[in-house]
């Protein structure tokens, strides 16, 4: 029972402390002076990222264009099967026409 006494003051401990809390004064405007901030963040936010504006854009799509003709023509250029035979005459992946001595 002792138990329950020691439960019972800690809870009328925090009671009393709840009631000794003093009602907080706040300005009347406080919620309009809040919102105002919030908004103006918030338009300095969207400012920021107007950087990639559209005519940004379009130059940036053109140089991605242009690269990608250049890119498709050098490919057409060079030829693919002799790409391949270097690379594997070059890392020993290329099979011989000579015979061995083991075979």
Same mark, same amino acid.
């Given at each position: 029972?002792?138990?329950?006494k020691?439960?019972q003051?800690k !809870? ?8 000794? !809390?003093e009602t ?7 919620k309009d ?11 300095? !936010? ?9 005519k ?13 003709v !250049? ?10 099967d002799?790409?391949?035979?270097e ?11 000579e015979t061995?001595?083991?075979n």
């Open positions: 029972m002792e138990t329950n020691d439960i003051n !809870i009328d401990s925090t009671l009393n402390v709840i009631d000794a !809390i907080a004064n706040v300005s009347p405007f406080f002076k809040t919102m105002q901030r919030l908004f103006t963040e918030k338009e300095e !936010i969207v400012t920021t990222r107007n950087w990639f504006s559209p940004l854009q379009l130059a940036t799509l053109s140089c991605v264009v242009i690269l990608n !250049i890119a498709f023509t050098q490919i057409k250029a060079s030829s693919y002799e790409n391949i035979n690379f594997a005459d070059t890392y020993g992946f290329s099979t011989s026409t061995s001595f083991l």
